[in-house]
């Protein structure tokens, strides 16, 4: 297939702080008086992409942003609850829009399964212990404790994405591959949020 090396014709691109600075914008809607300090976010080439890349991308950061400000929280707090709450719905809406626009077609190449299914695997291991959080007390210690867990298996998760698992994916791809991809991501994760719900279980063993 034709590798993608050029932009949309209509599209603009953003540049890469622009692009950090609205997703943390969006985070904070759900907390405006909390602090999103994500720091430099891993660079990618994809940031500000005007295709479904760049559009990954920017829920990444987004999350980025409400895993920060949950940190700024204390106790069983309604930032807390709120942000939690936006976290666990953002997160599965994405998941299953990915996983519907991208990794859908990417499975089918040969060259590329291996990446899906792993991509696959780690959304629902994240949904467990999404789960598996929303179950327990949050003014305990152990939450935050299994709090700092689950924010190690998304960083490193969507790392993985950024700098691997997306460029690989992205020279199995037609330009209007990724164009179409976008919409669909789009259509998908607005369906999916709406009827997102915070399931608690415990799933993991102390």
């Known amino acids: 297939m034709k590798t993608r090396t050029i932009e949309d014709g209509k599209a603009k691109r953003k540049p890469a702080a622009q692009a ?3 997703a943390v914008a969006k985070a904070k809607a759900a907390a405006p008086d909390l602090a999103a300090r994500i720091g430099s976010a891993p660079k990618t080439k994809f940031r500000g992409d005007p295709d479904i890349f ?3 991308v920017e829920d990444h950061d987004r999350h980025r942003a409400l895993l920060a400000m949950i940190e700024e929280t204390t106790g069983k707090s309604p930032d807390r609850e709120a942000v939690f709450q936006e976290l666990v719905k953002e997160l599965k809406a994405h998941a299953a829009a990915e996983e519907q626009a991208l990794w859908s077609t990417v499975m089918r190449d040969p060259a590329t399964t291996d990446d899906a299914r792993h991509a696959v695997a780690e959304h629902k291991e994240i949904e467990d212990m999404l789960a598996d959080l929303a179950a327990r007390d949050m003014a305990s ?3 935050l404790r299994r709090f700092a867990g689950l924010k190690d298996e ?3 998760h969507i ?3 950024e700098q691997k698992q997306f460029v690989a994916a ?3 791809l037609q330009s209007a591959d990724v164009r179409y991809m ?3 991501f789009n259509r998908r994760k607005k369906e999916e949020k709406a009827a997102a719900k915070v399931e608690k279980k415990i799933k993991l063993k102390d």
């Open 170 to 172: 992205e020279k199995h």
């Open 54 to 56: 760049g559009r990954l």
């Open 159 to 161: 790392g993985e994405e």
């Open 141 to 143: 210690p152990g939450w």
């Open 20 to 22: 950090k600075a609205d």
């Open 154 to 156: 998304y960083l490193h």
């Open 182 to 184: 976008r919409g669909v």
